[in-house]
């Protein structure tokens, strides 16, 4: 039978099953192991049906039709062949059946109804048969299962090979990212011991916005005002914090403020941030190839996109000596820059640049390197995630300029730590330190000005409540 005969009989064959599942409603694939006898015989079914649909359609062809169309040829078979299997199946046993060789065929596998629930922010898979959520910042296992390592293998191919990078015993561990903007990591045997290993982190699902932000006590609506006027008035920014602390999601939202009027261009190892703005030119590095070759560096991508014209670069970590070419366009130009560090404290953050630039290779003496940190960056921001899981601003710090070869920095706003309660939420509050920022000047220039009164502290003193 040819694919047209065969898709005029199909089409006359009622609709498949119905695919997407409803908004939010969290979807199981792989049904509890009681029934495992069923379970094997299911199973046989599907790879019956397979091997047959693989036969039968032309996918050459089918890669010619448009996506819609495709996932509807393919439902449609599915449904016919599972209604010519000679294993009898209840409505369930064939919605489901179909369902899951849908998703083999046009996605993730059992990783597909995961993704399609908005209330997953990550995705770990330890083993083929092991795999971890995270809902609401809770850890929670699920019964989705791979069949195999093979199995699980086969979609890290899928998802690596998407975007051009390979996985094998040669090159066992890989970044990635999946078309929604999710950020994936596959590692695999022999540098894990028990198969293939997937972490997804899932960015586009959660996208905090600021007002998210202040509602969860990371910050406060006075603080939101002044990173607006901040982004506004291009002061060059330095987001610090360590691993998870929210560096990224703010780095997104401050960026988020910056006029629609100019050409911003983002510099990632892995793209994450999602402006929103029309103008906004992404990079991002590629690591070396097999051979050790071809590997554009984070410091190549920030030297080149200074011949592009940007008016703001956004960096989106810095690691390394990329630092130099970064601080130089924030002193030149580019100012309104902004880009994030891991570190623990404002003062670890500068610190952490001068190491960088002392590991860069290029020599410069250690007054000159602080002279230029302290004449590029404007604020330091510290976010820090306590015990209690909560992300907060710590301080939000202005760099003053240097005195006696010591960068000087003052608090304009601090998180006062002020105990523990029973549930183990930590207790305190922000306040303004007092001091009035030297960029309250700038800001008003810029157009955003901001009332001296945020700047004042608290009539409690500092300390108590
Ligand atoms: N203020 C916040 N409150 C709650 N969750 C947050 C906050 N900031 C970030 N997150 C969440 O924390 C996770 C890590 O954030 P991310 O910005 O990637 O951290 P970093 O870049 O510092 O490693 C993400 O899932 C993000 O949605
Ligand atoms: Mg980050």
Known sequence: MSWLEYNKKINKTAQGPKLVPKESKPLVVVP?????????????????VHHCLLERLDLSQLEELDE????????????????EEKEPLNMRERARLAREMEFEILGLGPLEPLLLDPAISDILVNRYNQVYVERKGCLELTDVRFQDNDHLLKIINKIVSNVGRRIDESVPMVDARLPDGSRVNAIISPLTLDGPMLSIRRFSVQRPSLEDLIDKGSLTAEIGETLKAIAVSKLNVLISGGTGAGKTTLLNILSGYIPATERIITIED????????????RLETRPANIEGKGEVSQRDLVKNCLRMRPDRVIVGEVRGAEVIDMLTAMNTGHEGSMTTVHANTPRDALLRLET?????????QEKAMRQMISSSIDVVIQLVRLSDGVRRMSAMSEITGMESGVISMQDIFVFE????????????RFVATGVRPRFVERCRLFGAPLPDGIFVPPTRPLGRF
């Open 32 to 48: 509890s192991q009681q029934d495992e006898g069923r379970e094997n015989r299911l199973y046989e079914v599907k790879r019956r």
């Open 356 to 364: 960088m630039i002392s590991l860069s290779g290029v020599s410069i």
């Open 270 to 281: 892995s793209a994450e941030l999602q402006l929103q703005q029309e103008h906004v030119c």
């Open 417 to 428: 730590r002020q105990g523990i309660d029973e549930q183990g939420k930590i207790l305190g």
């Open 68 to 83: 819609k169309l495709r996932a509807k040829e393919i439902r449609q078979a599915i449904g016919m062949l599972l209604e």
